[in-house]
C-alpha cells in the first residue's frame, strides 16, 4: 500500500510509475515510514498507505489507502510543498 499500486502489494526492486496519477504531472513527493504524500502541479495533494493517526489527511476515515487518494480539505486552495 505504501507504493501506490492499488492490491500490488510485491516489492519493487526498481522504479514503476503510479497508474492512478496518468494524465497528470506530479511535482513533488514525499515518502514517510508506512505513507507517502504527492503534490501535482496544480497544487492538489494525494495520499496513500497506512492512515493510522490521522497521517493521510482525511478526516474521520483512518483507513490504509493503497492508491493515492486526493485531500479534499485542499480543495481550492493551491499548496506549495509536502512533506510525510
Known amino acids: 500500500g505504501c507504493l501506490g499500486h492499488g492490491e500490488?502489494?510485491?516489492?519493487?526492486?526498481?522504479?514503476?510509475?503510479?497508474?492512478a496519477f496518468a494524465g497528470q504531472r506530479v511535482v513533488a513527493v514525499s515518502a514517510g515510514a508506512r505513507h507517502s504524500i504527492a503534490r501535482t502541479a496544480d497544487g492538489a495533494v494525494f495520499t496513500w498507505?497506512?492512515?493510522?493517526?490521522?497521517?493521510l489527511g482525511h478526516g474521520e476515515d483512518l483507513?490504509?489507502?493503497l492508491l493515492?487518494?486526493?485531500v479534499e480539505a485542499?480543495?481550492?486552495?493551491?499548496?506549495?510543498?509536502?512533506?510525510?
Open 8 to 19: 500490488d502489494l510485491s516489492n519493487q526492486l526498481l522504479p514503476k510509475k503510479i497508474e
Open 49 to 55: 498507505g497506512e492512515g493510522e493517526h490521522g497521517c
Open 63 to 65: 483507513s490504509n489507502q
Open 68 to 70: 493515492p487518494k486526493k
Open 74 to 84: 485542499f480543495a481550492g486552495r493551491r499548496v506549495v510543498a509536502v512533506s510525510a
